[in-house]
C-alpha cells in the first residue's frame, strides 16, 4: 500500500485547501472527477491564480505543512506514471516535479519580462502576458496574444474574448485553476492587429518551452494564429478542427478563438462539438445541455 495514493485524505485536504481560497459549496461531481482534482493539487501544492510563481528556491515557504508528504508520493506517483511518456517520446526530456516545473518557469517567467526581441511590441506594452494556472495542468489553452486588458492586468484571457472563455471552461466544467492559459505572443500587438510572423518566432522559444515544462495531456489551439503557430501548418482552422493532432506527446484540437465567437456568435456551436469532442478524451462526462 505504500505506493498508492489515500484518496480520502487527499480529498478532504483539496476541500481544506479550497477552503482556505474562500470555495465554501462545490457543484455535486462523480467521484473520478474529484478524485482527478485532489491528485493534480496534491501535485499543485498550491493554486496559481495570477501574478508571479514563488521565486526558486522559495517554494517550500507555501506549503502548508501536512502536504509535505502528499506531494512526495503523488510525484513519485506522476514519475510512474509519466515513465511512458518519456520513454516513449524522445522529444523530452525527464519528466519535472512540481518545484522543478515552478522553478523552470519563474526562470523562463523573468527572461519574457526582460525580452526586446520586438522592438515595437516591447516599446508599446504595459507589460508583457506570461500566463496563469496550475504548472500540473491536464489542459493548456493557447491563445494569439494580449489585448488591451491583459496588457493591464498582465493575466492572459481577463477581457471580453477571456468572459467568453470563461464560460466554456464552466459548460467543460472545468475551473481556470485547474488549467494553464498562455499566448503565443506575450506582449499586445499595438492596436490588436495579429502578431506578424517574425514576432511570432521570436516567441515560440517561450510558448514551446512553457508547453514543455508543463506537459499538458491535451492543448486547445484557440484560433488561426495559435493553431498556425503551434503545428507549423497552412491549413484552414476550419478545415484543421475535429481531429486531434500530436505536438510532442500533447494531443492538440483547434477551435475557433473567443474574439472570433464573440463577432461570430453562430460559430459557438461548432466550439461547443470542438470541447465536447476533447472532454470525450479526457474522460469528463458533461452534464449541461447546450446553452
Ligand atoms: N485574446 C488572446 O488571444 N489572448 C488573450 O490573452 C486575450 C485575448
Ligand atoms: N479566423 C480567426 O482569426 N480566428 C478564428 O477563430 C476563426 C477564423
New binding site residues.
Given amino acids: 500500500m505504500s505506493n498508492t495514493i489515500d484518496l480520502n485524505k487527499l480529498t478532504r485536504q483539496y476541500l481544506e485547501s479550497l477552503g482556505k481560497f474562500g470555495v465554501r459549496d462545490l457543484p455535486a461531481k462523480s467521484g473520478r472527477r474529484l478524485a482527478r482534482l485532489s491528485i493534480d493539487v496534491a501535485l499543485t501544492d498550491e493554486v496559481i491564480d495570477s501574478g508571479p510563481f514563488t521565486h526558486a528556491g522559495d517554494d517550500h515557504a507555501t506549503l502548508p505543512d501536512n502536504a509535505t508528504m502528499n506531494v512526495k508520493e503523488a510525484s513519485q506517483k506522476k514519475a510512474q506514471l509519466n515513465e511512458g511518456v518519456s520513454a516513449s517520446n524522445g522529444a523530452y526530456g525527464p519528466a519535472l516535479d512540481v518545484r522543478q516545473r515552478i522553478s523552470r518557469l519563474n526562470e523562463l517567467r523573468q527572461a519574457v519580462t526582460e525580452c526586446t526581441r520586438c522592438p515595437e511590441l516591447s516599446s508599446c506594452r504595459t507589460q508583457t502576458?506570461f500566463g496563469t494556472g496550475s504548472p500540473s495542468p491536464r489542459l493548456c489553452f493557447l491563445?494569439?496574444?494580449?489585448?488591451a486588458?491583459?496588457d493591464r492586468l498582465g493575466?492572459?484571457?481577463?477581457?471580453r474574448?477571456?468572459e467568453l472563455l470563461n464560460r466554456i471552461i464552466s459548460a467543460c466544467e472545468m475551473r481556470r485553476e485547474e488549467l494553464y492559459?498562455l499566448?503565443?505572443v506575450k506582449c499586445r500587438p499595438p492596436g490588436n492587429r495579429n502578431p506578424l510572423d517574425k514576432e511570432v518566432s521570436n516567441c515560440r522559444e517561450y510558448f514551446e518551452q512553457q508547453l514543455e515544462i508543463l506537459q499538458p495531456e491535451f492543448i486547445c489551439a484557440?484560433?488561426t494564429?495559435?493553431a498556425k503557430a503551434l503545428l507549423n501548418t497552412g491549413e484552414s482552422l476550419g478545415r484543421m478542427r475535429g481531429r486531434f493532432f500530436d505536438w510532442r506527446g500533447s494531443k492538440v484540437i483547434v477551435t475557433y478563438?473567443?474574439?472570433y465567437l464573440l463577432r461570430t456568435p453562430e460559430a459557438k456551436a461548432k466550439t461547443w462539438e470542438d470541447m465536447q469532442m476533447l472532454m470525450k478524451a479526457m474522460g469528463v462526462e458533461l452534464t449541461l445541455s447546450n446553452s
Avoid: K, M, R, Y
Fill in positions: 502576458v491563445g494569439e496574444g494580449p489585448g486588458d491583459e493575466e492572459p484571457f481577463v477581457g474574448a477571456g492559459i499566448n503565443t484557440l484560433g494564429v495559435a478563438h473567443p474574439a
